[in-house]
């Protein structure tokens, strides 16, 4: 048994990995060629209970947390299958929904997104903010007892597929200087509320859309929580955005490092497979090193954040999301590089992930967002911005 897992951990990795082997690469790689989504997937997944088993028991979750979550979201990952959905809907909106919202909204929204028969979207990133959430001109206004929503998102992942979106927006005293983050449920047929699809180089089954919010009216009870405690919720809901894209990471980095190692016992060029080289298999051993480290650091995050710790989840999920993402895109090359020639052929999958590992250095947060986080809240230097 890991040390840093229990038999129960250990039991959930060996059920989803058998899942997730059913499905593989190809599963995803197809639908990403026919447009179409990982609907077998999600549906099995959720059938035993995997989507939710973050989510409370009594709205009918697994009653567990992020650690449990991004073993999942990994060992599909491992599989080659990663659902992308699973980072935004039960792990960033879900979990604001168990911590922050109404009694109606959770009996609302919190069984379907457990049972997998509702998702949801997240829409924080703006094209003009970036990774400076400050920087979010997205206003809502009280409008009698309704709120009235104005502004663009991009980059909102699977939103064609989502019932609503979680909407990061501003009070309008924030225009100010005065940070005061809401966040809103907004359906998706909501008037006023649009998308538009991204032309992405990288091909995945879940799409990238530009939101515009034209004056979208919603009730009173689409806000979520305390109109006053909104940068408290938001940062409920990024740090497990940290810890499963780190698990997205890790997964992909496992996926690709197995295909390689499997490559490397089997290939045979001279006497000897071309494992037996220390130039082929250093590098792979590194590459496997920095996944264990970085998985030790997810872990951890995953811990503090369940424990309640959220800001040493916060230092931790930041370090897990960057550690994760530099192993990731290291494990691909050197796979990729393993397989020679056969590395960037359509039979061996691998290809692919040569743009799709550099997600997890950019999204939801760039390395070097990461590193200023870092540099100021860790070793207490100055900002310079």
Same mark, same amino acid.
């Given at each position: 048994?890991?040390?840093?897992?229990?038999?129960?951990?250990?039991?959930?990795?060996?059920?989803?990995?058998?899942?997730?082997q059913r499905y593989?690469?190809?599963?995803?790689?197809?639908?990403?060629?026919?447009?179409?989504?990982?609907?077998?997937?999600?549906?099995d997944a959720a059938?035993?209970?995997?989507?939710?088993?973050?989510?409370?028991?009594?709205?009918?979750?697994?009653?567990?947390?992020?650690?449990?979550?991004?073993?999942?979201?990994?060992?599909?990952?491992?599989?080659?299958?990663?659902?992308?959905?699973?980072?935004?809907?039960?792990?960033?909106?879900?979990?604001?929904?168990?911590?922050?919202?109404?009694?109606?909204?959770?009996?609302?929204?919190?069984?379907?997104?457990?049972?997998?028969?509702?998702?949801?979207?997240?829409?924080?990133?703006?094209?003009?903010?970036?990774?400076?959430?400050?920087?979010?001109?997205?206003?809502?206004?009280?409008?009698?007892?309704?709120?009235?929503?104005?502004?663009?998102?991009?980059?909102?992942?699977?939103?064609?597929?989502?019932?609503?979106?979680?909407?990061?927006?501003?009070?309008?005293?924030?225009?100010?200087?005065?940070?005061?983050?809401?966040?809103?449920?907004?359906?998706?047929?909501?008037?006023?509320?649009?998308?538009?699809?991204?032309?992405?180089?990288?091909?995945?089954?879940?799409?990238?859309?530009?939101?515009?919010?034209?004056?979208?009216?919603?009730?009173?009870?689409?806000?979520?929580?305390?109109?006053?405690?909104?940068?408290?919720?938001?940062?409920?809901?990024?740090?497990?955005?940290?810890?499963?894209?780190?698990?997205?990471?890790?997964?992909? =980095?496992?996926?690709? %490092?197995?295909?390689?190692?499997?490559? /490397? $016992?089997?290939?045979? @060029?001279?006497? +000897?497979? !071309?494992?037996?080289?220390?130039?082929?298999?250093?590098?792979?051993?590194?590459?496997?090193?920095?996944?264990?480290?970085?998985?030790?650091?997810?872990?951890?995050?995953?811990?503090?954040?369940?424990?309640?710790?959220?800001?040493?989840?916060?230092?931790?999920?930041?370090?897990?999301?960057?550690?994760?993402?530099?192993?990731?895109?290291?494990?691909?090359?050197?796979?990729?590089?393993?397989?020679?020639?056969?590395?960037?052929?359509?039979?061996? =999958?691998?290809?692919? %992930?040569i743009t799709a590992?550099?997600? /997890? $250095?950019?999204?939801? @947060?760039?390395? +070097?967002? !990461?590193?200023?986080?870092?540099?100021?809240?860790?070793?207490?230097?100055?900002?310079?911005?």
């Amino acid at each position: 048994m890991s040390p840093t897992e229990t038999e129960e951990h250990q039991a959930l990795r060996a059920a989803v990995a058998a899942l997730g082997q059913r499905y593989g690469r190809d599963y995803l790689a197809r639908l990403a060629r026919e447009g179409g989504h990982p609907d077998e997937l999600w549906a099995d997944a959720a059938k035993l209970g995997y989507l939710g088993v973050n989510l409370p028991e009594e709205y009918g979750g697994g009653g567990g947390g992020i650690a449990e979550l991004s073993i999942v979201l990994e060992e599909l990952g491992a599989a080659g299958c990663p659902l992308l959905m699973m980072v935004v809907s039960p792990a960033i909106c879900g979990t604001v929904i168990a911590r922050f919202g109404t009694e109606a909204q959770k009996r609302a929204w919190l069984p379907g997104l457990a049972d997998g028969s509702r998702t949801m979207a997240f829409g924080i990133t703006e094209p003009d903010a970036g990774s400076n959430s400050h920087r979010i001109t997205t206003t809502a206004r009280r409008d009698g007892d309704a709120w009235v929503l104005t502004g663009r998102k991009v980059f909102i992942s699977g939103v064609d597929i989502a019932d609503a979106t979680l909407i990061v927006g501003r009070t309008e005293d924030a225009r100010t200087g005065r940070l005061k983050p809401c966040l809103f449920i907004v359906p998706r047929e909501t008037p006023g509320f649009s998308r538009s699809v991204i032309d992405m180089e990288l091909q995945a089954a879940e799409k990238q859309f530009e939101l515009v919010l034209d004056e979208v009216r919603l009730p009173a009870e689409a806000l979520v929580g305390d109109e006053d405690a909104g940068l408290l919720q938001l940062f409920a809901g990024l740090n497990p955005e940290r810890i499963m894209t780190a698990a997205f990471a890790i997964g992909m =980095g496992r996926y690709a %490092l197995a295909k390689a190692v499997d490559y /490397a $016992r089997t290939r045979q @060029v001279w006497n +000897e497979p !071309i494992g037996a080289h220390q130039a082929v298999a250093h590098p792979l051993a590194a590459a496997h090193i920095e996944l264990e480290l970085a998985r030790l650091m997810m872990q951890k995050a995953a811990r503090l954040y369940d424990a309640g710790d959220d800001m040493g989840a916060g230092e931790a999920a930041n370090m897990a999301k960057y550690a994760a993402g530099e192993a990731c895109v290291r494990a691909v090359d050197q796979a990729v590089h393993t397989l020679g020639g056969n590395g960037l052929t359509r039979e061996y =999958g691998l290809a692919s %992930l040569i743009t799709a590992a550099r997600v /997890a $250095r950019i999204a939801p @947060v760039s390395r +070097e967002m !990461i590193l200023n986080f870092v540099s100021h809240q860790t070793l207490g230097l100055p900002k310079s911005y």
